[in-house]
């Protein structure tokens, strides 16, 4: 008598429970072969962004990690500018001591001892930090790095040869801070098309 109550009820329950999936599955979409492709396409599609998304953020990455470079190596760029007049003023100081007073007056001997002593310290802590002067006597010109501020034909040197210096160029790490004003060899060929034209 118990055997055929808990079967009968069982038996009820796994009807209603059929008969639910079936209508359940009537409203389910067919995954026919169209279906298919446009969820592949979709996850394609999806991939494809991710991807390139991934990318823009490795480039993001790349260029902040670069700006943060540049900033930490030409920070001092500005600072430097303004101390290559000083420079300059101890390169002027010691050209503008005459030779003969060098090796006769202690005195000047000393004072140029002491100029001597400051731009080299000047120099080795432009170099500590990454600046370098341009001294280009006897090389190509390069525009580069040198403006040219005048020319000087007959000098027996190959066109464009800088044969002075006026003021020394500087660089910090490999960017120009000031171009080395110079003078540079005319050719031989301007100058005879400078004479027929005159």
């Known amino acids: ?4 109550n808990n079967t009968a009820p069982h038996t009820q329950d796994d009807e209603a429970e059929t008969q639910s999936f079936a209508e359940n599955s009537d409203s389910l979409p067919e995954n ?14 999806m991939r494809d962004q991710a991807l390139r998304a991934l990318a823009e953020l490795e480039n993001t990455r790349k260029r902040a990690l670069k700006d943060r470079e540049d900033a930490s190596k030409y920070a001092v760029a500005n600072f430097a500018r303004d101390l290559l007049d000083i420079a ?10 005459p030779a003969d007073l060098r090796d006769t007056d202690p005195r000047v001997a000393s ?10 310290k000047m120099l080795d802590t432009f170099a500590r930090h990454g600046i370098k002067r341009i001294d280009p006597n ?5 525009p580069n790095f040198h403006e040219v501020m005048f020319e000087v034909p007959h000098t027996g040197k190959p066109q464009g040869t800088v044969i ?10 490999d960017r120009l801070l000031r171009p080395a004003r110079v ?4 050719g031989d060929a301007a100058d005879h098309t400078l004479n027929e034209e005159v």
Do not use: H, W
């Open 88 to 97: 300059d003023t101890f390169r002027r100081a010691l050209d503008s001591i």
């Open 32 to 45: 026919g072969p169209s279906e298919t492709q446009r969820l592949e396409s979709e996850l394609a599609n």
């Open 111 to 120: 004072l140029l001892d002491g100029i001597t002593a400051t731009e080299t």
């Open 138 to 142: 006897d090389v190509p010109f390069d």
């Open 183 to 186: 003078g540079v060899a005319k």
């Open 1 to 4: 008598m118990t055997d055929q």
């Open 164 to 173: 002075q210096v006026i003021e020394c160029g500087y660089i910090l790490n």
